[in-house]
């Protein structure tokens, strides 16, 4: 059954009882004559004189032309229209008109869509109905039915249209004298009665309804009930399968309740939005008479007259440059001649309110005091010099210009080592206002320079939402995690960022919604990275770059003593005299707990011993809760790193190399699997650049054999596997050269390395030492794990030269130009 505007090929139920569910046929056994009393109906075949039937006019026939319903099922004694495909179904109906009883099956499927149907999808009780009238429009069929009786399907005749079956039905006993009924049909037409004053359209369906029956007969009755729910389709089918009278009464009745009380429901819920509709009503037309009141009285303006004032007030202590007065002036006079209900309005009076907003010509008085500013830094942060230098050079830089304007500084370290900081104490030393957002993700270029004003929802890009929340045009914008940014379909906001990023283009830097210049030339923009290699080319040209790269132990100990801990006693809740952390036990920490380049790690490690502290301290622990070295385990469990000594024998070779997180340590392994054929294999998820490595420092050394030594047959005929762990840590690059080629010599010449020494190296085929990058955080990271003795390219010297003293200090460096000189140092 359809209605009007479906072309679907199925048969359909009326619009307004449409509720699509899936449904589950059980299975009724027609009750033999021997039955309860309380048995509806019996199968045709087993009626016997004794029992007192409904008789029909015309004998039901046991062959009948099914058709399908997909929505909900047809009851007996319903009258209803239907819409059907003729294409599909035409033949059948015309089949059923053309018979003598004019007898129809409609029966439910267990499957919404029809088109394709199977004798399989049927479920296996449905309802007999005569064909009244038939009419057809275009495509359509428009069918009347009365049902009259259920029947069950024995067996399909035909398994495609027209579909036949054999049916068996069961015919309605009388219970005019079965006083147990009566308590159900009572409270069934109680039911009926509460729900017609809810909704009116089920008083037209229960006249037609009485007309036809009484309430004496209760299986019409339940079968009427049920056509009035808005049930699911499942839940009305097994009404239908129910043939105990008694348990369809009861189903019906729970199905009533629940009608009513959704009824019930959306009627409070209608009286509800009626009544805040009315409240709403009443204080908007109050609201109008009191602006009406005031105004006859002068005392309070129009809404568009009071805006206006407010955008010119906020004009007078701003400096505009002339085009941008001409379109404020422009604008608003538009406002004044729009009505205020409007959606331009709206979009104009947004634009003003932007417009006027923004910090036009107001600027911030600069400090650059160069011992404030050093004062400001060294206090904030501790180590790092070199890179405080570099930003105190900077303002000195700033102070003979008279600005520090048009200059973009990007801070380049691994995680956790201060840049965001920094960035907020250079705003701080210089008496600036500080904004920090990430674009870190972003991929839309209008989150850079903002959407148009014929967008809804538009909105300036986040440098001009900046300026207004900032209320200086001369703040310092932190632009985080600018290496991580991205593009997409909607643009390439590295691009959109050169204009901003540019002093020669951001003094007109334009916003798509302000669509005016507004001059960025004086902003300080400091941006943070963790690495160069994925930041744009273009845009990496127009900073200068400051690498951050970490932090020694005995820096982080004075970091964790002056802020660190300090900062999580009082994030805890804690008095300064509740925790004591020894220096033996920051060391451990950093040692054991957290070696990375940055103090992110270390914090979280004070953090929880801080928590840990503070239940101990509410349970009753006397203070001072002193946490020594041998109590750390039990506050942050097992070390992460082991205090472990390179790794010594032959054929392994340490290896210094960075990563974005810092620099490490790695140990290159060699060894000879076989002596039965030639070979050379690489393992440890190495990158092909590191790749190329290390078949360079194998052909060195099969080249220089004799140079070194090597007995005849050991690369002609050894298979040999080179490692470089952890296997599951990607690495590349060509520093690992001269290790490689290390960790082959020892192995083939059966000489371990005795010394703690790491180097670090490119080697070419010739022999060459080439320099390489990440000195400083190469250098850290030996330090760290212990090791003083460095083996450095002769072109890095410079490199080494230009650490600060006290990173150089306890260490024994070599530099070498070739590799022969490598091994006279290391034998």
């Known amino acids: 059954m359809t209605d009007d505007n479906s072309h679907d090929s199925t048969l359909h139920s009326p619009p307004e009882l449409d509720t699509p569910s899936d449904s589950t046929s059980s299975s009724d056994i027609p009750v033999s004559e021997e039955s309860t009393e309380d048995s509806l109906t ?45 294409n599909l179904w035409g033949e059948t109906i015309k089949a059923v008109a053309d018979s003598p009883h004019k007898l129809i099956g409609l029966v439910l499927t267990k499957k919404d869509q029809i088109a394709d149907i199977q004798t399989t999808d049927f479920h296996t009780m449905g309802t007999a109905c005569r064909l009244h009238r038939v009419a057809q429009s275009e495509d359509k069929l428009q069918i009347v039915v009365e049902g ?175 085009l941008v007065q001409k379109r404020i002036d422009d604008e608003i006079q538009k406002m004044s001649v729009l009505e205020v209900g409007s959606a331009e309005y709206a979009v104009t009076r947004n634009y003003l309110d932007w417009l ?123 632009l985080d995690e600018i290496d991580k940014i991205s593009s997409s379909y909607r643009g390439d906001p590295a691009s959109a960022l050169l204009e901003v990023l540019d002093p020669e283009q951001n003094v007109d ?37 400051i690498k951050l790269s970490g932090y020694l132990s005995s820096e982080k100990l004075q970091i964790a003593k002056k802020h660190l801990l300090k900062r999580q006693i009082e994030k805890a809740g804690l008095q300064n005299d509740c925790l004591e952390l020894p220096d033996n036990s920051l060391l451990q920490i950093i040692e054991e707990y957290a070696r990375e380049a940055g103090v992110r790690n270390l914090e979280k490690r004070i953090a929880t011993i801080a928590r840990k502290v503070a239940l101990k301290y509410l349970e009753g622990t006397p203070i001072p809760i002193r946490i020594t070295p041998e109590k750390l385990s039990d506050y942050l469990g097992k070390p992460v790193f082991e205090n472990e000594k390179a790794i010594k024998g032959i054929g392994v070779v340490t290896g210094l190399a960075w990563t974005a997180m810092g620099g490490e340590t790695l140990s290159v392994e060699a060894t000879c699997i076989h002596k039965y054929a030639r070979g050379f294999k690489l393992t440890g998820q190495l990158g092909d650049v590191m790749k190329e490595s290390a078949e360079i420092a194998y052909s060195y050394m099969v080249s220089q054999r004799k140079v070194f ?36 010599f020892s192995l083939a010449t059966h000489r371990p390395i005795i010394r703690e020494i790491a180097m670090t190296g490119e080697l070419t085929l010739t022999g060459q030492v080439l320099p390489v990058g990440g000195i400083r955080e190469k ?36 530099f070498v130009k070739e590799y022969p000189e490598v091994l006279k140092v290391l034998w």
């Open 709 to 744: 030594g090597i007995e005849k047959g050991f690369f002609a005929t050894g298979f040999i596997h080179l490692h470089v762990p952890a296997g599951a840590t990607p690495k590349d690059g060509p520093s690992a050269g001269i290790t490689m080629a290390t960790a082959l």
């Open 148 to 322: 009259l009786q259920r029947f069950r399907l024995k067996n399909w005749v035909t398994d495609h249209p027209p579909l036949m079956a054999n049916v068996t039905y069961y015919l309605e006993k009388s219970y005019k004298n079965v006083d147990d009924i009566k308590p159900y049909v009572l409270a069934i037409i109680n039911t009926i009665k509460e729900l017609l004053p809810l909704n009116p359209l089920y008083n037209e369906e229960l006249k037609i309804f009485l007309e036809r029956f009484g309430p004496e007969e209760p299986s019409s009755l339940a079968d009427f009930a049920a056509s009035l729910t808005t049930s699911t389709k499942q839940e009305l089918q097994e009404v239908l399968e129910t043939v105990s009278i008694f348990n369809r009464l009861e189903k019906v009745l729970i199905l009533l309740n629940k009608e009513l009380q959704q009824a019930k429901a959306q009627v409070e819920i209608r009286r509800q939005v009626e009544e805040k509709m009315q409240n709403q009503q009443r204080e908007f037309f109050l609201r109008e008479q009191l602006k009406t009141i005031q105004k006859e009285l002068g005392l309070e303006k129009d809404d568009r007259t009071a805006e206006i004032e407010k955008f010119r007030e906020r004009l007078v202590s701003l400096i505009l440059p002339e």
């Open 42 to 86: 019996q199968p045709l075949e087993n009626v016997q004189s004794s029992t007192e039937l409904i008789s029909y006019k015309d004998a039901l026939p046991t062959l009948l032309h099914i058709l399908p319903l997909s929505n909900r099922p047809f009851f007996p004694h319903q009258i209803i229209p239907l819409i059907i495909e003729n």
């Open 509 to 545: 830097f334009l916003d798509h919604y302000l669509d005016v210049r507004f001059d960025l030339s004086k902003v300080l923009f400091i941006c943070t990275a963790n690495q160069l290699d994925t930041i744009p080319a273009p845009l990496l040209d127009r900073m200068e770059v």
């Open 356 to 478: 006027t907003l923004m910090p036009w010509g107001r600027y911030s008085a600069d400090k650059l005091e160069i011992a404030e500013a050093r004062q400001v830094l060294e206090q904030d942060h501790e180590g790092l010099a070199d890179v405080k230098e570099r930003i105190i050079e900077f303002l000195a830089v700033g102070k003979l210009k008279g600005s520090i304007g048009g200059t973009i500084l990007l801070l380049v370290g691994p995680p956790g080592v201060g840049k965001t900081s920094i960035g907020r104490s250079i705003a701080s030393a210089v008496g600036r206002n500080f904004y920090r957002f990430s674009v870190g993700g972003i991929h839309d270029e209008a989150e850079i320079k903002g959407h148009r004003r014929t967008y809804i929802g538009a909105m300036p890009g986040k440098f001009i939402q900046a300026m207004k929340e900032i209320e200086y045009a001369n703040p310092v914008i932190m």
């Open 779 to 814: 250098v850290i990271a030996a330090k760290r794990v212990k090791i003083y003795e460095l083996l450095l390219p002769e072109a890095n010297r410079r490199d080494f030269e230009e650490l600060p003293e006290y990173v150089r200090e306890g260490l024994r460096v070599h």
